[in-house]
């Protein structure tokens, strides 16, 4: 357990801003910050994050909370695990009340991972640098490719002994368990039990989290032996998954702001020497494919891609057809070739960086243009072959999200393949076509599945429809009162008739007879209402940190807003926009006499429903004479609204 002093210590040192800055590209939009949900793919920014009240919003996905809150739901991490990545992050010591050494056996399955997998990155690297062995054969490797002590020790680089057992028996022996060491794919089983290590005479290149822990790891063999393969990668694994991991990325995500692109290589030792000379915004697909999901991982800092390639002509044109992935989620891509025989590694360290970033400058040409160059080049003169590559160059320009971006690559292209812009317009516009059909067809299959006939509604459409509406009007009035609560519940009253006390307790009290039907509503207002008892305040920072998840989500949905008015708003459009602050007595009693004649409604309508239903006489009276009596507080109700919400 962290201490309550420590964790007080870290909520005060913590920036919400500047935490999910290193997770989320955010920009200044008045006192907020916006920018894309990093829980949805979408491209208007709907993630709203306020420093002021210390909390984030996202609008699409509907999560929201605490810097806290959004380690938990981004990263995964448990509420200890985010507390110590902050105190990590700001530099403060963590007190516990029990050693978690003691508990080892207790932490989650997903940590447990974590732990052997940071475990094992400390091995590789003290066995590098602390044995015999290691220095001779893995310091020299990684000193010969010219990269310095604080590249190594940055990028955690480390050696596997050439050895059967050497980590497996050492994980062993310091406590850790069999079932995680072959989870992680540090180890393997053999047929009768034992564990032999996977990476044996191999440099280690450990893979980053997005927040700098270890989940996996690349080892490459020193051999020239044909049989082995050159790399050895983790397997998939609950803490690992490569589609959704980019190499580097821990390292690069600030300079990848701040440059606003993001350079992609192939390899490890590409992103090694390129950040080693400075140029710090590089990470790696590490040899495979690039994914979606690692595209949206760099779109959520940047809108621009530079890819550096080898000379391989061969490796180019076979990629060319996954870069319009790339297109397709909205961003630029540029493409910068190499001299034959060089890729970013060697010739940055070959030519050094001035001339390494001169090189880029030079020769960056937009992935659109470039393959229609190249693909050209390859077509020749051959009409059938050139045809081709107009469709492909179209099919590309086609899945670009923009349309005058597109419009102007159409352009551009006209120009080079030397065709009617119409033309190429014209196939454009077929392919656009056919794939809104496409997707409309999809749609209407699924439609199909779920209604078995379409131009009929589901039999209980009619019927639930009301129920959710009125189930939805009530939560409605609930969060209103929640709302009140946290902004304006620490406020004093100065009305007439009411005075020196504070609107929390005023309205914990007048609604001491209305009964919540929200469970995250009701444990709301029951814990104000505990709270106030023992002679406190709670503030909206007691909600947001509060121990119920539904509770904080609540309270965060009613603090913030997605839309917020410039400060020059009237001077510009003449408008004025009401201030529920100039009449407080209002919206204060506004809230709780909607919510009690909301309430006051739905008991009379299970009293109408009741007298339909009951025959006997006698009941039918007690019945009546509670509705006539429910009538009357409703219209005491309607009529002390009027007289109030109109003053």
């Not at 909370?65 to 990590?88: C, D, Q, R, V």
Request: aromatic fraction near 10%; charged fraction near 30%.
């Amino acid at each position: 357990m962290i201490t309550k002093t420590t964790v007080d210590r870290i909520m005060e040192a913590t920036d919400i801003a500047e935490v999910i800055g290193d997770f989320v590209q955010l920009k200044k939009r008045g006192a907020n910050y916006v920018g894309l949900s990093p829980f949805a793919n979408e491209r208007t920014p709907s993630f709203t994050v306020s420093p002021a009240k210390g909390i984030f919003k996202d609008f699409s996905s509907g999560k929201g909370g605490s810097a806290i809150t959004f380690l938990m739901e981004h990263e995964k991490f448990t509420y200890p695990e985010a507390l110590n990545w902050l105190a990590k992050k700001y530099g403060i010591e963590v007190e516990e009340t029990v050693d978690t050494t003691e508990n080892r056996e207790e932490e989650n399955h997903r940590e447990s991972l974590m732990i052997v997998s940071g475990f094992a990155a400390k091995f590789f690297q003290e066995s590098m640098w602390e044995t015999d062995e290691g220095k001779s054969i893995g310091l020299s490797y990684f000193k010969e490719r010219g990269f310095t002590t604080e590249t190594i020790k940055k990028f955690e680089l480390g050696y596997s002994p050439d050895q059967w057992e050497a980590f497996s028996s050492h994980a062993l022996k310091e406590g850790y368990q069999q079932q995680f060491l072959v989870e992680s794919g540090l180890s393997v089983l053999r047929d009768n039990g034992s564990l032999y290590d996977r990476y044996r005479g191999r440099v280690m290149f450990p893979i980053h989290s997005f927040t700098g822990r270890v989940i996996a790891f690349g080892g490459r063999t020193l051999k020239n032996d044909k049989s082995v393969p050159k790399y050895v990668n983790s397997p998939e694994s609950e803490i690992y998954h490569k589609s959704n991991i980019l190499y580097g990325l821990y390292f690069a995500k600030k300079a990848i702001r701040d440059e606003d692109n993001c350079y992609l290589v192939e390899g490890y030792a590409d992103v090694l020497s390129v950040h080693q000379a400075g140029i710090e915004n590089v990470v790696a697909s590490s040899g495979t494919s690039l994914t979606v999901e690692q595209i949206r991982l760099i779109s959520r800092f940047t809108k621009n891609i530079t890819i550096l390639y080898d000379g391989d002509a061969a490796g180019i044109k076979a990629s060319l057809r996954g870069l319009d992935m790339i297109l397709e989620e909205g961003l630029n891509v540029k493409v910068v070739l190499f001299p034959d025989g060089d890729d970013p590694d060697s010739y940055v360290r070959k030519v050094g960086t001035n001339a390494f970033k001169k090189h880029i400058d030079e020769n960056k040409k937009d992935f659109i243009l470039y393959k229609t160059d190249i693909l050209l080049k390859e077509a020749g003169t051959d009409p059938i072959r050139k045809a081709d590559v107009i469709r492909e160059v179209v099919e590309s320009i086609a899945k670009i999200p923009d349309s005058i971006k597109a419009s102007v690559f159409i352009k551009e292209c006209s120009h080079i393949m030397q065709i009617d812009e119409r033309s190429l317009l014209s196939e454009l516009n077929k392919m656009r076509l056919a794939k809104a059909r496409k997707d409309g067809q999809q749609q209407g299959n699924r439609t199909s599945r779920q209604t078995p006939n379409p131009d009929m509604p589901p039999e209980d459409l009619f019927l639930d429809e009301p129920q959710e509406i009125k189930k939805q009007e009530d939560y409605n009035q609930e969060k209103e009162i929640i709302r009140l609560l946290l902004l304006y519940g620490s406020r004093m009253i100065d009305w007439d008739g009411i005075a020196n006390t504070y609107i929390g307790p005023f309205m914990i009290a007048e609604l001491s007879d209305v009964t919540f039907e929200n469970d995250a509503c009701k444990a709301f207002v029951e814990d104000y209402r505990k709270e106030v008892e023992n002679g406190v305040l709670p503030d909206e920072q007691y909600f947001i940190h509060h121990a119920s998840k539904d509770v904080v989500d609540l309270a965060v949905t009613q603090l913030a807003t997605k839309y917020t008015l410039s400060d020059n708003w009237y001077e510009m459009h003449k408008i004025h926009v009401s201030d529920e602050q100039a009449n407080m007595k209002a919206t204060v009693l506004g809230g709780i006499f909607h919510l009690k004649k909301h309430k006051v409604g739905k008991i009379l309508e299970n009293l109408r429903n009741e007298l339909q239903t009951t025959s006997n006489e006698h009941d039918q009276e007690i019945l009546l004479n509670q509705y006539m009596r429910m009538k009357k507080v409703e219209k005491h109700i309607s009529d002390y609204l009027g007289s109030v919400i109109i003053k």
